[in-house]
């Protein structure tokens, strides 16, 4: 029976070689684009091809990319060990701009995996370019998607437990899936401070959905909320994007009361003793 097993599993593993072919992988560094404090690379190429275009092209004072090729691959942050495919490029010239970035082109007959593959490799050590032939006969295929990334799908709402960055994209593109989902249910929903573990607990009713009233976080990073606009004031809005995280407590359809939403809300700011210096809710 174990033999069995680990033959099936052999089976199930494909090389990415058998997908991507390089005749010399000397020729190229690997870049591993990965969280640079600030922006997940995922996320700027949902968002934004030119931004992600422009992270390969950054040479600083290192010259890592030194070679002729930069092999490119995106941190898929939301799976352990899987990357998203992000290009192969050939780099012209070197030290333009102020002798701080590359000026590189993409090669069309890779394009077409381009933002589809999604690949698997063992943990990598820190840094961000590594020598190709280290690691490639390690890659292996994960999955082939049918169109290029443009953002994480609805998980469904017992499963909203998302970081402002990746709700930011979503909401920016206002994905089809996630926006039918949450603008016609109430409810309500918890922000969640990773940095101090404090908790915001908020509602939405009326005739604001979820996906109205989170639209006001993703626009100014407090939602006009007197607690939280005090914290962006001080720190800048870049806070809620490196801290914040939301998920959602409770969802109700349109036609609910919403005195029963408002009273729900008050019972989670009780289970979370938001009130006071565990959290941010004010009454």
């Known amino acids: 029976m174990q033999v069995s097993l680990q033959k099936e599993k052999c089976m199930n593993e494909i090389p990415l070689s ?3 072919q390089i005749d010399d992988p000397t020729q190229y560094k690997f870049h591993a684009a990965r969280w640079n404090k600030s922006d997940q690379p995922l996320d700027v190429y949902a968002t934004d091809k030119d931004e992600w275009h422009s992270w390969n092209t950054w040479k600083g004072s290192k010259d890592e990319f030194s070679r002729e ?3 490119s691959l995106i941190d898929f942050y939301h799976e352990s060990y899987i990357w998203l495919f992000g290009g192969v490029y050939r ?3 070197r030290g333009v701009a102020n002798d701080n970035s ?3 082109k993409e090669l069309p007959e890779f394009s077409p995996y381009v933002g589809r593959l999604k690949i698997k490799l063992p943990k990598l050590p820190r840094g961000r370019a590594f020598y190709l032939e280290s690691h490639f006969n390690q890659m292996e295929v994960s999955e082939i998607l049918k169109q290029s990334y443009s953002g994480e799908q609805f998980p469904g709402y017992e499963n909203i437990n998302h970081p402002f960055s990746t709700l930011k994209v979503i909401f920016r593109q206002s994905k089809p899936d996630w926006r ?4 016609n249910i109430k409810g309500v929903y918890v922000i969640t401070d990773k940095s101090n573990g404090k908790a915001y607990v ?3 009713y009326g005739d604001s959905g979820i996906w109205s009233r989170w639209s006001y976080y993703i626009d100014t990073g407090h939602g006009w909320t007197k607690e939280l606009a005090q914290i962006i004031d001080s720190q800048g809005p870049e806070y809620a994007e490196n801290n914040f995280t939301f998920s959602l407590l409770e969802y109700r359809p349109m036609k609910t009361d919403d005195k029963f ?3 729900r809300e008050s ?3 009780e289970v979370f003793l938001s009130r006071g210096k565990f959290g941010y809710n004010e009454n």
Not at 180 to 183: I, P, R, S, T
């Open 18 to 20: 058998r997908i991507i």
């Open 69 to 71: 090729y930069i092999f």
């Open 91 to 93: 780099v012209l010239e």
């Open 102 to 104: 590359y000026k590189i």
């Open 180 to 183: 039918a989902a949450l603008e």
């Open 202 to 204: 908020g509602s939405a």
């Open 261 to 263: 939403i408002i009273d």
């Open 267 to 269: 019972y989670w700011k």
